[in-house]
């Protein structure tokens, strides 16, 4: 068998028998894998506690058929403890995590998810924002890196310079008025404003924006990403929001 070493954020686990667990990762050299990790639901494991959702480790596996074997782990990221504790970090990070499953495909490599995953997680446990500001900009992000950049400024169709009041899902985001079909939303000139800063990453837009704004942000943000994902992201309905 083949013995590979990767850095990578924990995603998921599943029990596997008495004592064992399945554990779900996005690796940054070889994408999403999956590998058993023996023995840690035991209490004198010695890496159980590393293998927790919204961790980031360095993790060593032999490659099987259908599952990898976890046989070492070393803590690069401490983040799952902190991030439990805070019920709006963690409902945020939860929804990181399942986005991030969903957008990626396993063993192709995608180092750019990975980076923005563990980014968003280290952001939510330092308490850098506003934890739904995180989600908010993790979401943004990753599904333009997926290749469904959204446009908050120039329309999306015709290329027509903005600002533009108009925003429509099917067409990439923001819409001028010769290019609004019916169903457009109509969002508050602030909401795109903020949008367009969580996007590049434009903080001081970001905190300085008001909750209302956040709040029908984060509504349009949370349709985007499931329309181009086909499917809806559970978590996202228990994401608290100030």
Known sequence: MALYRDQAVVLRTHKLGEADR???MLSRRHGKIRGVAKGVRRTKS???????????VD????????????????????????????????????????????????????????MLL??????????????????DAYLLRAVATAGWA????????????????????????????DCRTPGSAAPSPATMVLLSALLSGDWETADAS??????EGAGLVAAFVQWHLERGVRSLRLVERA
Request: glycine share 12%.
């Open 46 to 56: 010695r890496f159980g506690a590393r293998l927790e959702p919204f961790m980031v």
């Open 210 to 215: 008001e909750v209302r704004h956040r709040r």
């Open 59 to 114: 993790v060593q596996l032999y490659q099987g058929r259908s599952l990898d074997t976890v046989t070492q782990v070393e803590t690069l990221g401490a983040y799952g403890d902190t991030i439990m504790r805070d019920y709006g970090a963690y409902t945020a990070a939860s929804a990181m995590v399942e986005t991030a499953d969903q957008l990626t495909v396993e063993h192709e490599p995608n180092g750019q998810q990975f």
């Open 150 to 177: 959204p446009s908050f400024d120039e329309c999306a169709r015709c290329g027509a310079p903005g600002p533009h009041r108009g925003f429509n899902l099917a067409s990439g985001g923001a819409v001028c008025r």
């Open 118 to 135: 563990a980014g968003a997680l280290r952001s939510l446990a330092v308490g850098e924002h506003d934890s739904g500001l995180v989600l």
């Open 22 to 24: 399945i554990v779900t």
